[in-house]
């Protein structure tokens, strides 16, 4: 629904199906009927006709993030090395040039953070219209800046003209709308304006009775009008996501002895707010549930929304959706193109689009497993609710690695996210494709059931080898595997389920799979070359272990390579844990826990823990030491590593760090 000002006088002969209309009315357009007539509301809720030649309709121009009364009225967008800006001109809020009726042509930057902050850079102003067009050199120098961000100035909208009975009626059908489709605090900014409106409009008719300026309307006429605006808050919402990720959440709850379903998408990647689309009243059975859920999902799709998954809260349907003798079996909803249920709302989704296409004629799920088998008899009671919640994951986990070899094989990115984080965004901008298998898997599977690993590696180590590493986020990992580049990725991320922040276990585990044939690239005897005694010291205790330990297996190791594949060796059973914790940075009680566990790698971490202040970022260094896999990156390390090992101010520990978060960076 569109506010509108009529620019001239209507007086139909039909008054039911045309609306008569007087100059300077203001009407709410609903829909449009055809090229040349609109359907409008007018003050008194009566619907008509009205041509569109005596409607006028105002552009709404973006408020300036940081500026004061600043209307942004934009000309073209801008891309300029990754980063996008605004070509504009400065308006006020009636549309007018805002430096003293001047037309000026600024530029901004758009850029935002994962915090939905903007970048605060002050407007660019540019004399050259024509240089903005082609985007020419002189102007892209100029554009040049390192972001700051800081989050915008959202003042609410206080209306100063002439306010009237029929735009605050606008302003009230907007806000009940908002009301009545978030229940998140995102109303605030309508309710304000609602607000400021009235006391607006009481002010400028200090005579006017109140029953006058605020009439009662009737109930069922006031519902449909709020309807019918929310419903157009609500598509203007849906097309503002086409080819977005989103991620329906379903939740029930028993309201007044009526069992009440609502479905809301959350827009992780966005930073929006939970917005409820649909909802039914009713037994809340498995048909049910599938059936609400390939209706809102068909909705989605309609708009050109990308949906990651479809979660409910309930454990046995998640479980139910899985059977393969059951008619509502998530691998028949495949096909159709449904994206399944696989996560609970307090955990994180599971994208299946890429399993379908390759496990067509296959059953999807093995529940004969034998680890599973195991590991579910084993659990029994002694684990909590999430692990529960995540024995079907686990259960696809193994299956496409025991029957799916041969596809794994060919897959040149495998994306594999494991417990919460932040930057998923990433992974689609990156890699841009709907052909990504991921597979999210609580952390606590393996840390607190240290005699599953043993197991799981016993019953497959024929096939595969599991290299456990933690990996700092964003940090990409490069191996030959098979003459070929493949890259795997930590990318991770989190949720807000109902306004509540998910448990997020801080750091992520990562399995890698590497065949008998797997070989480390070895590095050029020229580029390791420590400068320092103490890094030799390193260097050589390194070469030394590495030459005794049993890895033949897995590849021929020489001096230069087992310095870095030292570090990826498979851990003993108290590995896993161990592993965990170190990578908490300055958390003492982590590593105090290595040196009473007896861990035979303790050694090597006690030759950089020359202070208290900087064992655990040497520690850090070293491992990442084993990550590097060019000879660049590898003396890159080294020479932050003669940092911190030589640092003995705060200041420079410092600069440490930070040289060390720019080489993960990038």
């Given at each position: 629904?569109?506010?509108?000002?009529?620019?001239?006088?209507?007086?139909?002969?039909?008054?039911?199906?045309?609306?008569?209309?007087?100059?300077?009315?203001?009407?709410?357009?609903?829909?449009?009927?055809?090229?040349?007539?609109?359907?409008?509301?007018?003050?008194?809720?009566?619907?008509?006709?009205?041509?569109?030649?005596?409607?006028?309709?105002?552009?709404?121009?973006?408020?300036?993030?940081?500026?004061?009364?600043?209307?942004?009225?934009?000309?073209?967008?801008?891309?300029?090395?990754?980063?996008?800006?605004?070509?504009?001109?400065?308006?006020?809020?009636?549309?007018?040039?805002?430096?003293?009726?001047?037309?000026?042509?600024?530029?901004?930057?758009?850029?935002?953070?994962?915090?939905?902050?903007?970048?605060?850079?002050?407007?660019?102003?540019?004399?050259?219209?024509?240089?903005?067009?082609?985007?020419?050199?002189?102007?892209?120098?100029?554009?040049?800046?390192?972001?700051?961000?800081?989050?915008?100035?959202?003042?609410?909208?206080?209306?100063?003209?002439?306010?009237?009975?029929?735009?605050?009626?606008?302003?009230?059908?907007?806000?009940?709308?908002?009301?009545?489709?978030?229940?998140?605090?995102?109303?605030?900014?309508?309710?304000?304006?609602?607000?400021?409106?009235?006391?607006?409009?009481?002010?400028?008719?200090?005579?006017?009775?109140?029953?006058?300026?605020?009439?009662?309307?009737?109930?069922?006429?006031?519902?449909?009008?709020?309807?019918?605006?929310?419903?157009?808050?609500?598509?203007?919402?849906?097309?503002?996501?086409?080819?977005?990720?989103?991620?329906?959440?379903?939740?029930?709850?028993?309201?007044?002895?009526?069992?009440?379903?609502?479905?809301?998408?959350?827009?992780?990647?966005?930073?929006?707010?939970?917005?409820?689309?649909?909802?039914?009243?009713?037994?809340?059975?498995?048909?049910?549930?599938?059936?609400?859920?390939?209706?809102?999902?068909?909705?989605?799709?309609?708009?050109?929304?990308?949906?990651?998954?479809?979660?409910?809260?309930?454990?046995?349907?998640?479980?139910?959706?899985?059977?393969?003798?059951?008619?509502?079996?998530?691998?028949?909803?495949?096909?159709?193109?449904?994206?399944?249920?696989?996560?609970?709302?307090?955990?994180?989704?599971?994208?299946?689009?890429?399993?379908?296409?390759?496990?067509?004629?296959?059953?999807?799920?093995?529940?004969?497993?034998?680890?599973?088998?195991?590991?579910?008899?084993?659990?029994?009671?002694?684990?909590?609710?999430?692990?529960?919640?995540?024995?079907?994951?686990?259960?696809?986990?193994?299956?496409?690695?025991?029957?799916?070899?041969?596809?794994?094989?060919?897959?040149?990115?495998?994306?594999?996210?494991?417990?919460?984080?932040?930057?998923?965004?990433?992974?689609?901008?990156?890699?841009?494709?709907?052909?990504?298998?991921?597979?999210?898997?609580?952390?606590?599977?393996?840390?607190?059931?240290?005699?599953?690993?043993?197991?799981?590696?016993?019953?497959?180590?024929?096939?595969?080898?599991?290299?456990?590493?933690?990996?700092?986020?964003?940090?990409?990992?490069?191996?030959?595997?098979?003459?070929?580049?493949?890259?795997?990725?930590?990318?991770?991320?989190?949720?807000?389920?109902?306004?509540?922040?998910?448990?997020?276990?801080?750091?992520?585990?990562?399995?890698?799979?590497?065949?008998?044939?797997?070989?480390?690239?070895?590095?050029?005897?020229?580029?390791?070359?420590?400068?320092?005694?103490?890094?030799?010291?390193?260097?050589?205790?390194?070469?030394?272990?590495?030459?005794?330990?049993?890895?033949?297996?897995?590849?021929?190791?020489?001096?230069?390579?087992?310095?870095?594949?030292?570090?990826?060796?498979?851990?003993?059973?108290?590995?896993?844990?161990?592993?965990?914790?170190?990578?908490r940075m300055g958390d003492e009680i982590a590593y105090d826990d290595m040196f009473d566990s007896g861990y035979d790698e303790v050694e090597y971490f006690k030759v950089l823990s020359l202070d208290p202040v900087y064992k655990n970022i040497g520690v850090f260094a070293l491992h990442m030491l084993g990550c590097a896999c060019t000879e660049a990156s590898c003396e890159r390390v080294f020479a932050i590593l003669r940092r911190i090992v030589n640092c003995h101010r705060k200041r420079l520990l410092i600069k440490t760090i930070i040289s060390l978060y720019i080489f993960l960076s990038n």
């Amino acid at each position: 629904m569109t506010p509108c000002k009529a620019v001239a006088n209507f007086s139909p002969t039909n008054g039911t199906t045309y609306l008569r209309v007087v100059k300077d009315d203001v009407l709410t357009i609903d829909s449009w009927r055809s090229d040349d007539y609109a359907m409008c509301i007018n003050s008194s809720g009566e619907k008509g006709l009205v041509p569109g030649i005596c409607l006028q309709l105002e552009d709404a121009n973006m408020k300036h993030p940081f500026l004061d009364d600043v209307y942004m009225k934009e000309v073209k967008r801008i891309t300029v090395d990754s980063k996008k800006y605004m070509h504009y001109n400065p308006v006020d809020r009636h549309g007018k040039n805002y430096d003293s009726g001047h037309l000026r042509h600024d530029i901004q930057c758009l850029q935002t953070n994962e915090k939905a902050e903007v970048c605060n850079r002050r407007p660019h102003r540019h004399y050259k219209p024509a240089e903005i067009e082609s985007e020419s050199k002189q102007m892209v120098d100029e554009l040049q800046h390192k972001c700051t961000f800081s989050k915008p100035k959202f003042r609410s909208r206080i209306y100063s003209q002439i306010m009237s009975i029929e735009l605050l009626l606008f302003l009230f059908l907007e806000f009940m709308s908002k009301v009545i489709l978030s229940f998140t605090s995102a109303t605030s900014d309508c309710f304000y304006s609602f607000v400021y409106g009235a006391m607006t409009l009481a002010r400028q008719n200090p005579t006017v009775p109140l029953e006058t300026l605020f009439p009662r309307y009737q109930r069922q006429k006031i519902s449909e009008l709020i309807n019918d605006k929310g419903q157009q808050i609500l598509t203007n919402f849906l097309m503002s996501l086409k080819n977005f990720y989103v991620s329906i959440q379903i939740d029930s709850a028993k309201l007044v002895d009526q069992k009440l379903t609502i479905a809301t998408i959350q827009t992780p990647f966005l930073s929006r707010k939970s917005i409820v689309i649909d909802y039914f009243i009713g037994s809340v059975t498995q048909d049910a549930l599938v059936a609400f859920g390939v209706r809102v999902y068909k909705r989605l799709k309609s708009f050109g929304i990308r949906v990651i998954s479809v979660t409910t809260d309930t454990l046995r349907h998640q479980i139910a959706s899985f059977d393969l003798q059951s008619d509502n079996c998530i691998y028949k909803l495949i096909n159709e193109g449904i994206i399944p249920y696989g996560a609970s709302c307090t955990a994180h989704v599971l994208n299946l689009c890429y399993c379908a296409d390759i496990l067509k004629e296959k059953p999807l799920f093995n529940f004969n497993n034998k680890v599973y088998d195991i590991f579910k008899k084993s659990i029994g009671n002694k684990c909590n609710v999430i692990v529960k919640r995540w024995l079907v994951i686990f259960d696809i986990f193994i299956y496409l690695l025991k029957n799916d070899s041969d596809k794994l094989q060919n897959i040149s990115k495998l994306i594999l996210i494991f417990g919460p984080a932040r930057e998923a965004s990433l992974l689609f901008e990156r890699l841009g494709s709907t052909y990504i298998c991921v597979f999210p898997i609580i952390v606590q599977l393996i840390l607190y059931y240290d005699w599953l690993m043993k197991k799981w590696i016993k019953d497959i180590k024929e096939e595969y080898y599991y290299v456990l590493s933690v990996f700092s986020n964003n940090v990409y990992k490069r191996f030959i595997y098979n003459d070929k580049m493949l890259e795997l990725s930590l990318i991770s991320f989190s949720l807000t389920v109902n306004g509540r922040r998910c448990c997020a276990m801080g750091e992520f585990l990562n399995v890698s799979m590497f065949k008998e044939e797997f070989k480390l690239k070895s590095f050029p005897d020229d580029q390791i070359s420590p400068d320092t005694q103490q890094e030799q010291k390193i260097k050589q205790r390194l070469v030394d272990d590495g030459q005794n330990m049993k890895l033949n297996e897995v590849a021929e190791l020489n001096e230069k390579s087992s310095v870095a594949l030292h570090l990826l060796r498979q851990p003993k059973i108290t590995g896993p844990k161990l592993f965990f914790n170190l990578w908490r940075m300055g958390d003492e009680i982590a590593y105090d826990d290595m040196f009473d566990s007896g861990y035979d790698e303790v050694e090597y971490f006690k030759v950089l823990s020359l202070d208290p202040v900087y064992k655990n970022i040497g520690v850090f260094a070293l491992h990442m030491l084993g990550c590097a896999c060019t000879e660049a990156s590898c003396e890159r390390v080294f020479a932050i590593l003669r940092r911190i090992v030589n640092c003995h101010r705060k200041r420079l520990l410092i600069k440490t760090i930070i040289s060390l978060y720019i080489f993960l960076s990038n």
